[in-house]
């Protein structure tokens, strides 16, 4: 099955947060689940449009937000309790890196006007 890039990195998120949530237990690691849902459905809508570019943009906005999101909230972490590696650093560095790999692959994509295909 032929995937884009979009359900690529959906599939990671979703995998950090429900790890996230089996391993600590709170609601707040499923953080990253939600933007791979909404990052996976804008995938598959993807897939299926005749005319796909909307819901590119909207797919890169998402993962811009999951750039900005950790980031903003590392930088309140590291002022409150310095810079220790925890859970939630760990998964907003994570999430921070698999939006910004994706974000990449969207502007490789949109420079070249091919679309990355993953087998």
Request: with cysteine; proline share 3%; net charge positive.
């Amino acid at each position: 099955m032929l995937m884009n890039s979009a359900i690529a990195a959906a599939m990671l998120l979703l995998v950090l947060g429900i790890g996230g949530v089996f391993s600590t237990g709170a609601v707040t690691s499923a953080i990253p689940a939600l933007f791979g849902l909404a990052l996976g459905g804008l995938g598959v809508a993807i897939e299926r449009s005749r005319a796909p570019r909307r819901f590119e943009l909207l797919a890169a906005l998402v993962g811009l937000l999951g750039v900005i999101a950790p980031a903003a909230n590392l930088v309140r972490i590291i002022n409150q309790t310095g810079l220790v590696i925890n859970a939630a650093v760990f998964a907003n560095l994570t999430m921070a890196g698999v939006c910004a790999l994706y974000l990449l692959v969207w502007l490789w994509e949109q420079r070249t006007g091919e679309r990355l295909r993953i087998k």
